[in-house]
């Protein structure tokens, strides 16, 4: 096998990670005690699987006739596989990532051979615990293909440009470029908070310089909207020598309670942020809290902004008062999603004050700027 081990990484129900030195071959996975690694879990074949050298010091692993299978990268064995890695290995419901790395081998001990029995819950197939590009996604969180595009907001009746909506993108050359399909991975690996403030440090590092005088919208994941660590994030970007003028974005799953909305209104009035609604209208309007604890800015969702021009009249309505609330509180109304000018021409008449969308501006790359 070389001089550097092979590890089984699996994850216990407490979410903390547990290692499983490969310390000889072949290695038997299975249900019985005599197995390398016993694993109760239903389903599970008394002796399911095994892994093996190949004839160029790599492994194999090969399905044991188990009934409810062996399955690399989500896809099910029909012979000897080939493992790479970081692949992730299902034996039947019990999921392992396959692990080559040094410093975790020198970190490890390996278990007494009696106490290596894993206990698995009844859970869906094919559970998802690890990403086979974590490595990966660890080096983007440190900076390597991170990136930002820029969104412009602009005056709903001059066009006058009045702030930017910070956008998170990567170049990674191993990860997706797309933002959702990162915070799927992020999810898995319970980083979602972390993704969103390197996002948000990189961009507004690099968007302050051009956007005096503006302001910037920054998005902030539901999981850190509370925490510590995302103030803390946000006085480091106040003290930026161009010290941009933020906005927050409070995503409507955020807005748990008048209380807490309260508080962090406060603490963001406190440093000088302002903040906005995000998303109003896409799911719970959360009317509650907008009249006790009303935003700067409120952005009501494009699922409702677009093509209101063709909506029926008591669409219009509802949103024509949605708006007039949303003014008599103080606030500025904002439409998100406008893509033809008959949806400005009529967000104009409601009383949007601000308009974003493709017809006044595409994302564009903070570099391009």
């Excluded at 996975?29 to 074949?45: K, Y």
């Excluded at 800015?297 to 949103?319: C, P, T, W, Y």
């Excluded at 893509?339 to 501006?361: K, N, V």
Aim: proline content about 5%; overall charge negative; glycine content about 8%.
């Amino acid at each position: 096998m070389g001089s550097t081990p092979w590890f089984l990484e699996s994850v216990a129900a407490d979410g903390a990670r547990v290692t499983h030195r490969i310390d000889r071959l072949p290695f038997s996975v299975g249900r019985d005690q005599g197995n390398d690694l016993t694993i109760e879990a239903q389903g599970l074949s008394r002796r399911h699987a095994e892994l093996q050298a190949d004839e160029v010091g790599g492994l194999l692993v090969v399905d044991l006739g188990s009934t409810n299978g062996t399955f690399v990268n989500h896809e099910r064995l029909a012979g000897p596989r080939q493992l790479a890695p970081n692949d992730i290995i299902h034996f039947c419901t019990a999921e392992f990532r396959l692990t080559h790395d040094e410093t975790l081998a020198a970190a490890t001990v390996s278990e007494p051979r009696p106490m290596r029995t894993m206990v698995v819950p009844g859970t869906n197939p094919l559970s998802q615990n690890f990403v086979r590009q974590e490595a990966q996604f660890l080096e983007f969180l440190g900076g390597r293909g991170l990136t930002a595009a820029a969104q412009p907001i602009v005056d709903a009746r001059t066009g006058r440009l009045l702030a930017y909506e910070l956008l998170g993108r990567s170049t990674h050359p191993d990860l997706p470029g797309s933002p959702m399909h990162l915070f799927m991975m992020a999810a898995t690996l319970r980083r979602e908070a972390e993704l969103s403030e390197a996002f948000r440090s990189y961009g507004v590092r690099a968007l302050a310089p051009k956007a005096q005088g503006v302001h910037v919208f920054v998005n902030a994941h539901p999981s850190e909207t509370f925490s510590e660590a995302f103030f803390q994030s946000l006085h480091t970007l106040l003290a930026l020598p161009e010290r941009p003028k933020l906005v927050v974005e409070v995503h409507e799953s955020a807005v748990v309670e008048v209380e807490r909305m309260r508080e962090l209104a406060e603490r963001l009035k406190g440093i000088g942020v302002a903040f906005a609604y995000d998303d109003f209208g896409a799911g719970q309007a959360r009317l509650n809290e907008l009249a006790e604890v009303p935003a700067h800015f409120v952005k009501f969702d494009m699922g409702i902004v677009r093509n209101l021009h063709e909506a029926s009249e008591r669409k219009q309505r509802m949103v024509r008062d949605l708006v007039r609330m949303v003014l008599e509180l103080g606030s500025i109304p904002l439409a998100e999603g406008v893509e033809q000018e008959a949806e400005a021409e009529i967000c104009r008449d409601m009383g949007f004050r601000l308009i974003q969308g493709y017809l006044t501006g595409k994302p564009v790359m903070v570099d391009k700027l």
